[in-house]
Every structure is written in structure tokens, then in C-alpha cells.
């Protein structure tokens, strides 16, 4: 596990914590690496709620689908980022979303409740532990916040438009890298592909945006 403290270290979940601390964290929370190849699933919706992950390696997607099939696109997950915490901490008896793993990856996965538990040796570094989960909460909260405004505009220009307007405001640029190709970018807005690419190509014409690729540069 100690090739992954420099990861482990950018997450806002180790934020604060040196190699010792995270070492002796990882013993108290016995936490366990675990590896799935490609399109495996981690977890599926319906499963018990109470695990904590951490990617390591590769990528995970987060999504929801209805009972008619159609699938919304939460979030894809770098190494260092989280998936489960909200579902974990509210205890939720179940998910209801489905995470993949989008490469092959390694994970790390954290029983919560062990987060809440004071550990028998009391460790100083545990408060701290605690103290970036409440972090990590809010900031999830104002995430959920921004994609609400993004889903709640009414045309699909508008959708994209507040979408790449946060991304640029997160990036502290014009040119926008998407984590998304432009299936998962529909389903994360929740539009049809075909009519969002056309959308796409009417906004380069009005010179509003130039595109190559997942590059989205943003016109003055």
C-alpha cells in the first residue's frame, strides 16, 4: 500500500496526514486493496450502503439507471477521488447507483463505521480524519448544488453552456478538458446524444465555443 501515500496524500480524505499517520490510519480503519479488471462492477445499486473508496489506480464511473433503462451519468473518478461517502454517512439501507470500474483498477474500500469509531489506541490523527470527511460532505453538497443548476436549464445550449461555464470556472480557463466522451456527456446531462452533438456543432457556427475532441475552448 505505501506506493500509493503520494495519491492517498492528494485525497481530500488523507488531506493533512503524513506517511506514519496514513500507515497507522489504514491499520485502524482496515481498509482493503481490492482490484477489478474493466467494466466490473464495485458496487450495484441496491447493495448494502457502508463502504468508503478511494481509487488508486485507473478509473471508476458513478451512475443511476431507471427501470426503463436509461442511465444518468454522475461522475468519473480519478486516483485520489472518493466514491460512496454521501450514501455511507447518511446511511442509506442501500445504493441506488451503480459504480463501475471504467479501467482496470485498484481501490481502496473503508468500512465507515470504523471512520466513526474511536480506535482502541485513541490516536491523535483520527479528529483529523474526521474533520476532512465533514469537508468532504459539504463540498459534495455544493457539487450536487451546481449540477442541479446545470440540469434544471431548459434547452440543451443552456445545459452545456452551464456546464462548461462551472468547468471553466474550476479550471481557471477558457480551454475545458471534459472527463466525459460525448455519450457520458449526455447522460451526465441528461439529454439525447444526437441532438446534443448538433447543439455542439450549431454553437461552434455561432462562434460560442471551438471543439477538438474532449477540448472545449470557450470564445471570447
Not at 503520494?6 to 497507522?24: R, V
Request: charged share 25%.
Amino acid at each position: 500500500m505505501r506506493q500509493y501515500f503520494d495519491i492517498l496524500k492528494k485525497s481530500p480524505l488523507f488531506f493533512g496526514l503524513s506517511d506514519q499517520e496514513i500507515e497507522s490510519m489504514l491499520q485502524c480503519l482496515r481498509g482493503k486493496q481490492a482490484a477489478y479488471k474493466k467494466n466490473e462492477s464495485v458496487f450495484l445499486a441496491g447493495s448494502p450502503a457502508g463502504e468508503i473508496g478511494v481509487v488508486l489506480e485507473g478509473r471508476v464511473e458513478v451512475s443511476r439507471s431507471d427501470l426503463f433503462g436509461n442511465r444518468a451519468m454522475l461522475a468519473k473518478l480519478s486516483p485520489g477521488e472518493l466514491f460512496g461517502e454521501a450514501f455511507a454517512c447518511a446511511e442509506v439501507d442501500t445504493l441506488p447507483v451503480d459504480v463501475v470500474s471504467a479501467d482496470q483498477s485498484i481501490l481502496l474500500l473503508i468500512n465507515y463505521r470504523r471512520i466513526l469509531s474511536v480506535c482502541p489506541s485513541a490516536c491523535t490523527f483520527h479528529s483529523r480524519f474526521v474533520e476532512n470527511m465533514l469537508k468532504i460532505l459539504a463540498r459534495k453538497n455544493l457539487y450536487l448544488n451546481g449540477k442541479i443548476e446545470v440540469l434544471s436549464a431548459r434547452t440543451i445550449r443552456d445545459k452545456l453552456t452551464a456546464y462548461l461555464n462551472a468547468q471553466a470556472l474550476k479550471e481557471s480557463s477558457r480551454c475545458v478538458t471534459l472527463p466525459f466522451n460525448r455519450q457520458e456527456l449526455a447522460d451526465y446531462l441528461s439529454v439525447d446524444r444526437s441532438a446534443m452533438s448538433r447543439e455542439i456543432s450549431a454553437m461552434q457556427r455561432d462562434g460560442l465555443i471551438r471543439v477538438s475532441g474532449r477540448q472545449f475552448w470557450i470564445q471570447d
